[in-house]
């Protein structure tokens, strides 16, 4: 029996735990709710921060028993996002081709959009990867 699909990268999680006081690896990693309070906290004062640094190994490995694998690569729609979401590029990247564009336009509907994905962009890519998958 085979485990699950490695669908998280845990050199993308480390990658965005150097900026992990803003709550980015949990984000990447399916933790919307602790990435918003790693967000408005620094990372619980650095504590969290640091603690993390032990724990993306888990988190990893419950990322990929959760989330679905398929054509959309999480890693690099995760990059696109942190990166150039304000852009849209993720959503390109994603076939999502007319709400790439009003981001683009509108600079990820005036950040929110932008905010919006960063809650919801797993289940978005698990829910293209079941469809095309």
Do not use: C, E
Not at 2 to 12: C, F, I, L, Q
Not at 24 to 41: E, L, Q
Not at 98 to 112: D, K, M, N, V, W
Request: cysteine-free; charged content about 15%; hydrophobic content about 45%.
């Amino acid at each position: 029996m085979t485990g699950p699909a490695d669908t998280h990268s845990k050199v993308v999680g480390y990658a965005l735990w150097i900026f992990g006081f803003t709550g980015a690896h949990r984000f990447y990693y399916g933790k919307p709710v602790t990435g918003t309070i790693w967000f408005f906290t620094l990372g619980l004062l650095g504590i969290g921060w640091l603690i993390d640094l032990f724990l993306i190994p888990s988190m990893d490995r419950q990322a990929d028993y959760r989330f679905h694998d398929g054509p959309i690569n999480y890693s690099v729609a995760w990059i696109l996002l942190t990166f150039l979401g304000l852009f849209g590029v993720h959503r390109m990247y994603m076939g999502k081709w007319l709400t790439g564009i009003l981001y683009l336009l509108t600079l990820g509907l005036f950040g929110l959009g932008w905010l919006y994905d960063y809650w919801t962009l797993n289940d978005q890519i698990t829910v293209r990867n079941r469809a095309r998958g």
